[in-house]
């Protein structure tokens, strides 16, 4: 995909509206575009975004403490297994956030 500018947009992960999904980023002016099935997975999304609460067992692999992520979530958040996410503990609560 190439953008006004000329330049050929690079596929990334962008946060729109709260949403983290993938689209067309362009390098050189910061422009973003999504094709139209990017954008039919983002509202998909959205929907799911709202609210989830899921119970889940701590388990343990080797010395660490390991928690599986829900199907759910990991659609609702467009996870990938080897990205990063930030831990932000707060009020006794664990916050998983993905970063763009
Ligand atoms: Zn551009």
Redesign the pocket.
Known sequence: MK?????V?EKKRVEVAGILSEGYK?P????VEFTEKQMRKMLAQKEKLLKIAVTRKIGQVGGSLVLRIPRSVEEALNLEKGEDVKIIVENKKMIVQPEA
């Open positions: 953008c006004e500018c000329g330049e947009m362009c050189k002016c910061g422009e």
